[in-house]
């Protein structure tokens, strides 16, 4: 049992035998100990006064007396207001020490072979432009989500869908035909994401001409202009052809999403994110097509004059949704339906997991209920992990008119920032090349991931690179410091002769400062299973903020090596281990590493 369930099961005994009643344990609440009060671990006494009948300071004090008598460990309380502060023997802490610091798994909840299954998207990329900041947010959220739930005792399946056919993708297909004059990656020297996205921007800005045209010249409508567009219309009639299996149009495609999945595959790695399954849409829309059609044939839909497919949602409060459009083609709903289905003929998913940004809020709603109605009961219980967006300080991006921050450039430029503040401190000498740039790359994109993810992820966000990069504050080189300085101690001690025993001795007594570290520490599996619980990694990333800002003031407070009684040495040695554990293992869920040196 843990601490905090030996505690609640004492106070509920107490309450038992003191006042004759039998409470729930939700009813109880075992927490840490605020800072600014003497104690480990508090009980709310105020939901007992009830069973009690008595003031929240004659409660406290009647199970303090019992848990203390009950449990050896508990060596004092205190009672403020309606709050019962237990005090644990310092002991107790260091036993918690020792376990934790050789505990390799400590805080993580290895998964069973017949764990539940969660599978979670993300990612979900368009072959017609290359990643950018938005898809970082996105993969870093849904590839930390994959490591916390792996950590909470699910088997995770990561999944990508990737939006690799409908009339964007014949947007770039059309430009090249018309103006790439045979352009390849090879023959520009460009990654393949790059070029097609070049592609799809050139048709906006030609599709954009023609429209003023048309408006200003021939005195249409907006409207009317977009209905005339023959560029859009040659588009339209593209896809179709693409549908309908023509040999020239499949090959165009077939040759320029391959450009572009060879472009993904540098990102993604240069990310340090990655997938076990990846769907295509290609393969999938005409699943959900035929699932559509047969919803049709029983009465699930409706067809309307135009030949179009409809869902009518009004009886669950909603509006009525296309499904195929008047021509038989699909629309992101119908995909999205052949996906699911294809995925659960795949796995025997326990809990499925859509990571998009919140501007999708009601077609995963939709999607809940179609999927329901088709008669899959995962329909109703699918989660739609929703964030908010991210922007630059300058403000939103626009891909067509090809003004997003391109996810390469974007860590390339965070790297070289890495690499000129390095060489100013000049921090690591004697390191080779190939080292410090390994070093470089860590740094870069640990303050990348970091500052993504230690903000709600349902907020709405501003990405700052220079902000994100700071050796200072709520940073993410700010923790990979605290992680090196570490290390650092452990390397003079080896150049000292001062040998560490691998744990703390029992029997000292513990110091403010050493006590609130132990106390941060043990409470690690706590805050990955909230973490987990809540889908939101951003309780991972200002809890190991928080120890590391901890740790620092400890570190300030405390002599380490120079501290002549042995003993304490060895206690102080072992905390730096574990400080040094939990920060390791928190920046893994969060996908990023943590450098020896800085």
């Known amino acids: 049992m843990t601490i905090e369930q030996q505690l609640r099961a004492a106070a509920l005994e107490a309450i038992k035998e003191l006042y004759g009643a039998q409470l729930e344990e939700k009813m109880l609440q075992v927490q840490l100990t605020r800072k600014d009060q003497n104690g480990d671990f508090t009980i709310v006494v105020f939901p007992l006064l009830k069973v009690s009948k008595k003031k929240p300071e004659e409660t406290g004090e009647d199970l303090g007396r019992f848990i203390q008598e009950k449990l050896p460990l508990v060596v004092g309380f205190e009672v403020v207001k309606g709050f019962l502060n237990l005090s644990l023997s310092p002991n107790f802490w260091v036993e918690r020490l020792n376990e934790l610091a050789v505990n390799a798994d400590f805080g993580m909840q290895p998964a069973s072979a017949d764990a539940p299954l969660m599978m979670i998207e993300y990612s979900s990329p368009n072959t017609n432009k290359p990643l950018h900041l938005g898809h970082i947010r996105n993969n870093l959220l849904g590839f930390s989500l994959s490591r916390i ?76 202009a977009e209905k005339a567009s023959t560029l859009m219309a040659e588009a339209r009639e593209m896809l179709l052809k693409w549908e309908a299996g023509d040999k020239e149009v499949v090959a165009l495609w077939k040759t320029m999403n391959a450009w572009v999945y060879a472009g993904f595959d540098v990102t993604y790695k240069k990310l340090g994110v990655d997938f076990d399954k990846i769907y295509y849409e290609s393969d999938t829309y005409s699943v959900g097509r035929d699932m559509v059609l047969e919803g049709l044939e029983k009465g699930l839909f409706n067809r309307r004059d135009d030949g179009s497919v409809w869902a009518d949602l009004s009886a669950q409060g909603l509006d009525e949704k296309l499904l195929l459009r008047s021509d038989g083609t699909s629309v992101y709903m119908t995909q999205d339906i052949g996906t699911a289905k294809l995925r659960f003929d795949d796995y025997n998913i326990d809990k499925m997991v859509y990571v998009v940004g919140n501007e999708q809020d009601y077609h995963f709603k939709v999607l809940s209920l179609l999927l329901d109605r088709l008669g899959f009961d995962w329909g109703r219980d699918l989660v739609h992990f929703s964030y908010g967006m991210v922007e630059l300080p300058e403000g939103k991006m626009k891909s067509r008119e090809g003004t997003v921050v391109d996810a390469d450039d974007l860590m390339e430029e965070m790297v070289a920032t890495a690499r000129d503040m390095a060489r100013e401190l000049g921090k690591l000498d004697g390191y080779s090349d190939e080292e410090a740039e390994e070093v470089y790359r860590m740094v870069a994109l640990g303050a990348l991931k970091y500052f993504m993810l230690k903000v709600d992820p349902r907020k709405n966000m501003t990405f700052n690179p220079a902000e994100s990069i700071d050796f200072n504050g709520n940073t993410g080189p700010f923790i990979q410091y605290t992680h090196a300085r570490i290390r650092s101690i452990f390397r003079k001690a080896e150049e000292k002769g001062i040998a560490w025993k691998g744990s703390a001795p029992v029997g000292l007594v513990l110091n403010e400062k050493e006590n609130n570290l132990i106390r941060s520490l043990v409470s690690f599996p706590n805050v990955v ?40 040495r060895d206690l102080r040695l072992t905390l730096c281990h574990a400080v040094a554990q939990v920060i390791k293992k928190g920046m893994w869920l969060l996908g990023a590493g943590v450098p020896d040196r800085m």
């Open 529 to 568: 299973r909230e973490a987990g619980a809540a889908f939101s990694p951003a309780i991972i990333a200002n809890y190991i903020y928080d120890l590391a800002k901890e740790y620092n003031q400890f570190y300030h407070d405390n002599p380490i090596l120079f501290e002549e009684d042995a003993r304490v």
């Open 149 to 224: 739930a792996a950590a909470n005792g699910y088997r995770v399946v990561k999944t990508n869908i990737v939006n690799d056919r409908g009339i964007h993708i014949c947007k770039s297909m059309l430009a090249w035909q018309k103006w790439g004059q045979g352009a390849t990656p090879e023959s520009t020297g460009k990654k393949g994401d790059h070029l097609v996205g070049d592609f799809y921007v050139l048709f906006d800005q030609h599709y954009k001409a023609e429209l003023k045209e048309l408006t200003e010249q021939k005195g249409m409508s907006k409207e009317e």
